[in-house]
């Protein structure tokens, strides 16, 4: 069983930064895979950035490719979302999420933190 905590989320200016962290615990989640996900007020929720176990290989939603950096630190038992050039669209609470299968194409999400509030004012 993995428990998420997520954390780092706020009130930031557009054009600001902010960094997301995924405190994890059980040590099965440094072999599963890792996103992140976020749900605006009136939407549904979307993908954001995932990593597999290794670090090697990420994947992106095109909204945030070029902003956002996702990276996780396996002794750590962590997962870390970085946000540059904040846009007020991207207002919305961020989850941490992670999949069993490692190395796979980031389909089953099964463990679900409780997400952070992140608002980027105009």
């Known amino acids: 069983q993995v428990q998420l905590v997520e954390s780092g989320g706020g009130l930031v200016q557009a054009g600001g930064s902010l960094r997301l962290s995924c405190a994890a615990s059980?040590?099965?989640?440094?072999?599963?895979?890792m996103g992140w996900f976020r749900q605006a007020p009136g939407k549904e929720r979307e993908f954001v950035a995932a990593?597999?176990?290794?670090?090697?290989?990420?994947r992106y939603a095109d909204s945030v490719k070029g902003r956002f950096t996702i990276s996780r630190d396996i002794a750590k038992n962590s997962g870390y979302l970085q946000m540059n050039s904040l846009k007020p669209d991207d207002t919305a609470v961020y989850y941490c999420?992670?999949?069993?299968?490692?190395?796979?194409?980031?389909?089953?999400?099964?463990?679900w933190g409780q997400g952070t509030q992140v608002t980027v004012s105009s």
């Open positions: 990593i597999r176990w290794s670090g090697g290989y990420t």
């Open positions: 999420a992670a999949d069993r299968n490692g190395m796979g194409d980031f389909t089953d999400f099964g463990f």
């Open positions: 059980g040590r099965a989640f440094s072999s599963y895979a």
